[in-house]
T-cell receptor
Framework: NAGVTQTPKFQVLKTGQSMTLQCAQDMNHNSMYWYRQDPGMGLRLIYYSASEGTTDKGEVPNGYNVSRLNKREFSLRLESAAPSQTSVYFC???????????FGPGTRLTVL | GQQLNQSPQSMFIQEGEDVSMNCTSSSIFNTWLWYKQDPGEGPVLLIALYKAGELTSNGRLTAQFGITRKDSFLNISASIPSDVGIYFCAGQRFNAGNNRKLIWGLGTSLAVNP
C-alpha cells in the first residue's frame, strides 16, 4: 500500500496562474481532506469530502475548488493563484466512521 | 475557526530528558489524537485515544485522555535526537454527528540537543 500520495511535491507559480494538486489514496477510505500549513498557523482545513460525490467547505476555502473524482482521488484547484496561497498543502484520508486521518507527504507551493 | 490550546509552543531539551506537552479545550471531546511531523514530511499518527481516562503507550510515548474529556497530554520518556519535530494534538468534539472534521492544536516544536 502506498497510503496517501500527492503530486507534485514542489511547484512554483506566478500570480494569476492556475494549477491542480492531485491526491490519491489506496486504503479504501471514504473521507478525504485538504489542509494548508503555514508557519505558526498549524493545519487549516480547506475542503473535505465525507464520501464520494460530496464536498464541503472547511475553515479557509476562498480561492480554492475541489473535485472528488472517485473514491480514491480528491483534487484541489487554484484557479488564479495569489502570493497568499504560498503554503504547504496536505491531503489526508480517514476510515469510514473514524476520526483518525492519514496524511500524504505534502506539496510545497510558492506563488510569486 | 476553533482550535485547541496546545502548550508549550516549543521546547529545547537535552537528550535523555523526559518531555510533557498538553492540549486543552473548553468543549468536550470524543476522541484525542496525537501526531508527529518530521521536517519536510506529513503528520504521522502516534497515539489515538477514545475513552475518558484512557492511558495508552507507544514505545517511549504515553498519552492520556483527560477525565473531564476537555484535555489530553503526551509524554515522551528518555528523549533521543530522532524525537525532533512538531507534535500536534487533534480532537473530535462530542455531538459532532457525521461531521468528521478534526479540531487541531497549533503544535509543539521539539528540539533535542545530543
Amino acid at each position: 500500500n502506498a497510503g496517501v500520495t500527492q503530486t507534485p511535491k514542489f511547484q512554483v507559480l506566478k500570480t494569476g496562474q492556475s494549477m491542480t494538486l492531485q491526491c490519491a489514496q489506496d486504503m479504501n477510505h471514504n473521507s478525504m481532506y485538504w489542509y494548508r500549513q503555514d508557519p505558526g498557523m498549524g493545519l487549516r482545513l480547506i475542503y473535505y469530502s465525507a464520501s464520494e460525490g460530496t464536498t464541503d467547505k472547511g475553515e479557509v476555502p476562498n480561492g480554492y475548488n475541489v473535485s472528488r473524482l472517485n473514491k480514491r482521488e480528491f483534487s484541489l484547484r487554484l484557479e488564479s493563484a495569489a502570493p497568499s496561497q504560498t503554503s504547504v498543502y496536505f491531503c489526508a484520508s480517514s476510515y469510514p466512521g473514524t476520526d483518525t486521518q492519514y496524511f500524504g507527504p505534502g506539496t510545497r507551493l510558492t506563488v510569486l | 475557526g476553533q482550535q485547541l490550546n496546545q502548550s508549550p509552543q516549543s521546547m529545547f531539551i537535552q537528550e535523555g530528558e523526559d518531555v510533557s506537552m498538553n492540549c486543552t479545550s473548553s468543549s468536550i471531546f470524543n476522541t484525542w489524537l496525537w501526531y508527529k511531523q518530521d521536517p519536510g514530511e506529513g503528520p504521522v499518527l502516534l497515539i489515538a485515544l477514545y475513552k475518558a481516562g484512557e492511558l495508552t503507550s507507544n514505545g517511549r510515548l504515553t498519552a492520556q485522555f483527560g477525565i473531564t474529556r476537555k484535555d489530553s497530554f503526551l509524554n515522551i520518556s528518555a528523549s533521543i535526537p530522532s524525537d525532533v519535530g512538531i507534535y500536534f494534538c487533534a480532537g473530535q468534539r462530542f455531538n459532532a454527528g457525521n461531521n468528521r472534521k478534526l479540531i487541531w492544536g497549533l503544535g509543539t516544536s521539539l528540539a533535542v540537543n545530543p
